[in-house]
């Protein structure tokens, strides 16, 4: 099956700091979705990026389908920013989500 | 905004029991999923379900295991004789194909289940 590599493994900013989150993806997709994974353990949808780049508020993320990696970047980061992102890929329409491992991240004070 | 609600939040039960778990799925959407997360693991995949009927689904999702959708709203997982291995996060996720965001899959709160 398709792998999912996501980097770094944990993140540790101070309150304020940009930051950048990569997923490398082992073949060709057709979805990709980032996802923020809460202290409470709920699955948020960030983004929903098969390509090209989309920003809400402070969030913003690209992914390059041909070269097969998505980056999420994080801007003036606040102490809820922290938890897990997942990016998840698939490579049928409508079929299942391939998380990959997760980064994750403490936003200190 | 419509969203995936799943009950209970919380289930304990003692290991050979058999567990229900429950979701709502957005009312429109046609596609349901099941994802179970062990802690501090990533998310997997375990069913699809399109059309009353499972379109995929892995290789933990084995005879313990079945889906259900017995009315118009809820989607339904059953483990007929709970492990402790079992023990986990569950996820129901949705999604509209005819949808502005296509095939986007919207996830559910989870159920968190403890098996004793």
């Known amino acids: 099956g398709i792998q999912v590599e996501q980097s770094p493994p944990d993140l540790i900013l101070q309150e304020g700091a940009n930051s950048t989150l990569r997923c490398n993806f082992s073949d060709s997709v057709n979805n990709l979705q980032w996802f923020h994974q809460n202290p409470w353990g709920q699955l948020i949808n960030l983004f929903y990026?098969?390509?090209g780049t989309k920003q809400n508020g402070r969030l913003s993320a690209t992914t390059v389908a041909t070269e097969r990696y998505s980056l999420l970047y994080i801007s003036s980061s606040q102490t809820t920013d922290s938890g897990v992102y997942f990016c998840a890929v698939r490579r049928v329409s409508w079929g299942k989500l391939q998380f990959g491992a997760g980064t994750q991240v403490v936003v200190t004070p | 905004e419509p969203e995936v609600t799943q009950t209970p939040s919380h289930q304990v039960t003692q290991m050979g029991q058999e567990v229900i778990l429950r979701c709502v799925p957005i009312?429109?959407?046609?596609?349901f999923y099941w994802y179970r997360q062990i802690l501090g693991q990533k998310v997997e995949f375990l069913v699809s379900?399109?059309?009353?009927?499972?379109?995929?689904k892995s290789e933990i999702f084995d005879d313990q295991f079945s889906v259900e959708r017995p009315d118009g709203s809820n989607f339904t997982l059953k483990i007929r004789s709970t492990k402790l291995e079992d023990s986990a996060m569950y996820f129901c996720?949705?999604?509209?194909?005819?949808?502005?965001?296509?095939?986007?899959?919207?996830f559910g709160p989870g159920t968190r289940l403890t098996v004793l």
């Open positions: 990026i098969p390509s």
């Open positions: 996720a949705s999604s509209d194909p005819s949808g502005r965001a296509l095939d986007t899959q919207y």
């Open positions: 379900f399109y059309n009353n009927e499972i379109s995929e």
């Open positions: 009312s429109n959407h046609l596609y």
